[in-house]
């Protein structure tokens, strides 16, 4: 469990900007990004935002021990054993309450999905029309 959060907090702490880095630089790296972004098709990006935004939602809502399980297999990609082993449970028990986890996310998000979803192609346009 410990080891888990460590590696959440690691992950936080990488996502800060550099102090050595001067104001132009950062001035001139985010302008960057932000063409980036304008590039592709603006509705979709902010599509994208949103979706992320309401999944991250959606993940905080979790109970603690399907939000851990959630966490270590789907973004810090641990595999099942590893997983087991940094909470000191099962194998089995992470296999239930990863499955219980996506479904209770998929419960959450459904009905934002379906709002935005049937009119495109693709997995999430498929599963809900």
């Not at 001035?27 to 935002?49: S, T």
């Amino acid at each position: 469990m410990n080891e888990a959060r460590q590696r959440l907090r690691k992950a936080k702490a990488a996502q800060f900007e550099s102090l050595d880095e001067s104001k132009e630089e950062r001035r001139r790296r985010f302008h960057a990004r932000g063409a980036d972004r304008l590039a592709g098709d603006p509705v979709r990006g902010i599509e994208k935002k949103e979706m992320r935004q309401k999944l991250r939602e959606a993940v905080e809502q979790l109970p603690p021990i399907y939000r851990e399980v959630l966490v270590l297999r789907d973004l810090e990609e641990l595999n099942q054993e590893e997983t087991a082993s940094a909470l000191g449970v099962n194998v089995t028990l992470v296999k239930v309450r990863l499955h219980r986890a996506r479904m209770m996310l998929q419960k959450m998000l459904a009905p934002y999905l379906s709002a935005a979803a049937p009119a495109r192609k693709g997995f999430f346009g498929r599963m809900f029309q």
